[in-house]
Nanobody
Framework: QVQLVESGGGLVQAGGSLRLSCAPS????????MGWYRQAPGKQRDLVAV???????NYGDSVKGRFTISRDNAKNTVHLQMNNLNPEDTAVYYC???????????????WGQGTQVTVSS
């Protein structure tokens, strides 16, 4: 059973920073992309940031210039540095990995359990 272990969420004041991390519990044969999505109460789950195997990063419009996604290929971990946070960033943040677990496997989509980020005004 593949698990994505997330850490780093919490409560922060507006203007503050948090760093999220996500590490798979197993080693994959290959990873296509790693990223973060978020879902606020009553809203759909939206892309925050994603980074592909070649290091290309894409961001949701609302976080551009404030958030930075990075990837440690040796450890298969992904980090999200969040700066200048505001109350609109309050949500549950989910790690997402698109990967092939084994050489004979199809590419699969994995999700973490989510970590709460709360930004107070």
């Amino acid at each position: 059973q593949v698990q994505l272990v997330e850490s780093g969420g919490g409560l922060v004041q507006a203007g503050g920073s948090l760093r999220l991390s996500c590490a798979p519990s197993v080693s994959f044969f290959s990873i296509n992309a790693m990223g973060w999505y978020r879902q606020a109460p009553g809203k759909q789950r939206d892309l925050v940031a994603v980074i592909t195997s070649d290091g290309t990063a894409n961001y949701g419009d609302s976080v551009k210039g404030r958030f930075t996604i990075s990837r440690d290929n040796a450890k298969n971990t992904v980090h999200l540095q969040m700066n200048n946070l505001n109350p609109e960033d309050t949500a549950v943040y989910y790690c997402n990995v698109i990967a092939r677990p084994h050489i004979i496997s199809r590419t699969q989509n994995y999700w973490g359990q989510g970590t709460q980020v709360t930004v107070s005004s």
